[in-house]
């Protein structure tokens, strides 16, 4: 009844609310529009990741090689001028205290993560390409989530160039991470998939998912927040249960905290919270595997 209710409860709120439930390599338990598409926000960082960690491991990329902190990128529209992001609509200080200096990939890509600093996610971007992330989540089993552009590229953006992501795509993402963890698959190697999810489990913005979860619970996620947009994708790791990852995706009309998300209690954050917290009271009882 758990997932009658839940969904009973989310008929009511104002605007879409997409969710992925289950263990790894299982069906999963609940799910609700898991396909819907929803604007990524900063959970596209998760597919970056994955392109910067396969590219070192096929040595294009060196993760600990200092490369230098700029703040100016190529526009994913051809002909664009080059754009810059602002510092005001980030989330993290320490990166952009490097500005003119250098810093590794492997640091940035944790200030990508941990702190969801958009500028680290540009140098980071603009090293791997784009096409590299669009490899990363069709490798981790992804079939409608688009990275098309950086972050603040106006004007791609205006031509209609956008980040996309489903609750089942990131689900199966995270998912593959996790299990990769344990066993050769299609993203990465096993020591990769666990440096990986070491960057995931360091999460500081922790006021969706992990808050609906007993204090000390380990949690690999990603969230992502803009205006009307609130997402939160992870892996939980009970001591008690199987592993199961959880996404869930909302655009809505909720009340939100505003471009930063710096320390928001806000009601997109307290409903993934909700959900989660259920989730993890039925976590004996999710599906096994398919």
Same mark, same amino acid.
């Given at each position: 009844?758990?997932?009658?209710?839940?969904?009973?409860?989310?008929?009511?709120?104002?605007?879409?609310?997409?969710?992925?439930?289950?263990?790894?390599?299982?069906?999963?338990?609940?799910?609700?529009?898991?396909?819907?598409?929803?604007?990524?926000?900063?959970?596209?960082?998760?597919?970056?990741?994955?392109?910067?960690?396969?590219?070192?491991?096929? !040595?294009?990329?060196?993760?600990?090689?200092?490369?230098?902190?700029?703040?100016?990128?190529?526009?994913?529209?051809?002909?664009?001028?080059?754009?810059?992001?602002?510092?005001?609509?980030?989330?993290?200080?320490?990166?952009?205290?490097?500005?003119?200096?250098?810093?590794?990939?492997?640091?940035?890509?944790?200030?990508?993560?941990?702190?969801?600093?958009?500028?680290?996610?540009?140098?980071?971007?603009?090293?791997?390409?784009?096409?590299?992330?669009?490899?990363?989540?069709?490798?981790?089993?992804?079939?409608?989530?688009?990275?098309?552009?950086?972050?603040?590229?106006?004007?791609?953006?205006?031509?209609?160039?956008?980040?996309?992501?489903?609750?089942?795509?990131?689900?199966?993402?995270? !998912? !593959?991470?996790?299990?990769?963890?344990?066993?050769?698959?299609?993203?990465?190697?096993?020591?990769?998939?666990?440096?990986?999810?070491?960057?995931?489990?360091?999460?500081?913005?922790?006021?969706?998912?992990?808050?609906?979860?007993?204090?000390?619970?380990?949690?690999?996620?990603?969230?992502?927040?803009?205006?009307?947009?609130?997402?939160?994708?992870?892996?939980?790791?009970?001591?008690?249960?199987?592993?199961?990852?959880?996404?869930?995706?909302?655009?809505?009309?909720?009340?939100?905290?505003?471009?930063?998300?710096?320390?928001?209690?806000?009601?997109?954050?307290?409903?993934?919270?909700?959900?989660?917290?259920?989730?993890?009271?039925?976590?004996?009882?999710?599906?096994?595997?398919?």
């Amino acid at each position: 009844m758990i997932w009658d209710d839940l969904d009973a409860h989310l008929d009511k709120v104002p605007g879409t609310v997409s969710a992925y439930v289950g263990r790894l390599d299982a069906r999963p338990t609940w799910t609700r529009q898991p396909d819907a598409t929803h604007y990524a926000a900063s959970t596209m960082k998760a597919a970056v990741l994955v392109a910067l960690h396969r590219a070192a491991e096929a !040595g294009t990329l060196g993760l600990d090689a200092p490369i230098p902190v700029r703040n100016a990128f190529d526009s994913a529209l051809p002909g664009a001028p080059r754009f810059s992001c602002t510092r005001d609509y980030d989330n993290d200080d320490a990166v952009w205290d490097r500005v003119g200096g250098t810093a590794p990939l492997r640091w940035l890509a944790e200030r990508m993560i941990v702190r969801s600093s958009n500028l680290a996610t540009n140098i980071v971007l603009g090293h791997v390409g784009l096409p590299a992330v669009a490899q990363a989540w069709a490798l981790g089993g992804a079939r409608h989530s688009v990275t098309g552009r950086g972050i603040e590229d106006f004007a791609a953006r205006e031509a209609g160039i956008t980040n996309l992501v489903t609750a089942a795509d990131l689900a199966a993402l995270l !998912g !593959g991470l996790a299990a990769g963890v344990d066993r050769p698959g299609p993203l990465a190697a096993p020591a990769s998939c666990a440096a990986m999810l070491d960057v995931l489990f360091a999460q500081e913005h922790r006021e969706d998912l992990a808050a609906g979860l007993p204090e000390g619970t380990r949690i690999a996620h990603k969230n992502g927040w803009v205006r009307g947009i609130r997402h939160g994708a992870g892996v939980v790791f009970p001591t008690d249960a199987p592993p199961y990852a959880i996404v869930v995706c909302t655009t809505t009309d909720l009340a939100d905290g505003g471009p930063t998300g710096e320390g928001v209690e806000d009601d997109a954050c307290r409903l993934i919270a909700d959900i989660s917290a259920r989730v993890w009271d039925a976590r004996h009882t999710l599906a096994g595997a398919a």
